[in-house]
């Protein structure tokens, strides 16, 4: 059974660090893995999706990679700002399933 | 495009009530899920179909949930009767699972409290 866990579970930084959240997974025959933005009161916002084939993926100042083979990948955040402040959540697509799995996610403040 | 939309999005009932929930997908996608979260237990997978059909429902949580999807641009989570375990933020997503890039696209979520 395919669980996922996220470290830190918080995280609290000045503004213009630059950051690294964690994500794995204990199967590691993944399709791909997807990292989401959850706002609070809020639904979650795609950031990322890593098929299993690739090993990364940039959109402006976000840059998740992943590593099947053992089990991790992480979503590095450039010159944080305050705008940046929100939980991020991994989720984990398995081959023959289009259930996703996601962790507890990373809340993150960060603070001017 | 308007994205996945949810209705509604605050609902506020009594023990016992029967309560739907109401999501439409985003025109194209041919996988529709509901998800339901809490502090507690985080997010869950409740039910996914493909293609009108259900696919996976053992996150159910018990018979007192049915979900339908009598069409592709519609689906219906209907909790009957409600208990205050309930509530919850349920969290309608959707995608086109037979595309290159599979993401899958959430809605605003139903915020559910049952008195």
């Known amino acids: 059974k395919q669980e996922v866990t996220q470290i830190p579970a918080a995280l609290s930084v000045p503004e213009g660090e630059n950051l690294v959240l964690n994500c794995s997974f204990t199967?590691?025959?993944?399709?791909?893995l997807q990292w989401f933005r959850q706002d609070p009161g809020k639904g979650l916002t795609s950031l990322l999706l890593?098929?299993?084939?690739?090993r990364e993926q940039t959109s402006g100042r976000l840059n998740a990679s992943l590593d099947k083979s053992s089990g991790r990948s992480t979503l590095y955040i450039a010159a944080s700002q305050p705008g940046d402040s929100a939980t991020y959540l991994c989720?984990?697509?398995?081959?023959?399933?289009?259930?996703?799995?996601f962790g507890t996610g990373t809340r993150l403040q960060v603070f001017p | 495009d308007a994205g996945v939309i949810q209705s509604p999005r605050h609902e506020v009932t009594e023990m016992g009530q029967e309560v739907t929930l109401r999501c439409k997908p985003i025109?194209?996608?041919?996988?529709l899920f509901w998800y339901r979260q809490t502090m507690m237990r985080g997010l869950e997978l409740l039910i996914y179909f493909n293609n009108n059909v259900p696919i996976d429902d053992s996150g159910m949580p018990e018979d007192r949930f049915s979900a339908k999807m009598p069409n592709a641009s519609f689906s219906t989570l209907k909790i009957q009767p409600s208990e205050p375990r309930d509530s919850a933020v349920y969290f309608c997503?959707?995608?086109?699972?037979?595309?290159?890039?599979?993401?899958?696209?959430f809605g605003p979520g139903t915020r559910l409290t049952v008195l």
């Open positions: 997503a959707s995608t086109r699972t037979s595309g290159s890039r599979d993401e899958q696209f």
């Open positions: 199967d590691s025959a993944i399709y791909n």
């Open positions: 890593i098929q299993s084939s690739q």
């Open positions: 025109s194209g996608h041919n996988s």
């Open positions: 989720a984990v697509r398995s081959y023959n399933t289009d259930k996703l799995i």
